[in-house]
Nanobody, 124 residues
Framework: QVQLVESGGGLVQAGDSLRLSCAASGRTFSSYIMGWFRQAPGKEREFVAAIRWSGASRYYTDSVKGRFTISRDNAKNTVYLQIDSLKPEDTAVYYC?????????????????WGQGTQVTVSS
């Protein structure tokens, strides 16, 4: 059983930075894709970024390139999402997800495990 637990969200001001964490447990993650998604009120859950558990490959949706950085610490089984220059439109619940295998996917339907989410609220 895979468990993903997010943390690090909060209420911040526009221009601030946050680092979200996703602690993974329950399996060996060497052949997983780890992703971050977000869901704003009244909107669909959207892909933000992903990283392979092994190797250096990362993938970002175009709208966050340059402000969001995904990284991982294999020793801690933790994936991070650094968000800089936060904007009010970044307000959402941010979810960590795990996809079995090494094929990239932007679709939430292709991810096998999910965390409970962490709220990020950005005030203007």
């Amino acid at each position: 059983q895979v468990q993903l637990v997010e943390s690090g969200g909060g209420l911040v001001q526009a221009g601030d930075s946050l680092r979200l964490s996703c602690a993974a447990s329950g399996r060996t993650f060497s052949s997983y894709i780890m992703g971050w998604f977000r869901q704003a009120p009244g909107k669909e859950r959207e892909f933000v970024a992903a990283i392979r558990w092994s190797g250096a490959s990362r993938y970002y949706t175009d709208s966050v390139k340059g402000r969001f950085t995904i990284s991982r610490d294999n020793a801690k089984n933790t994936v991070y999402l650094q968000i800089d220059s936060l904007k009010p439109e970044d307000t959402a619940v941010y979810y960590c997800a795990a996809r079995i295998g090494n094929t990239w996917s932007l679709s939430k339907n292709d991810y096998d495990y999910w965390g409970q989410g962490t709220q990020v609220t950005v005030s203007s």
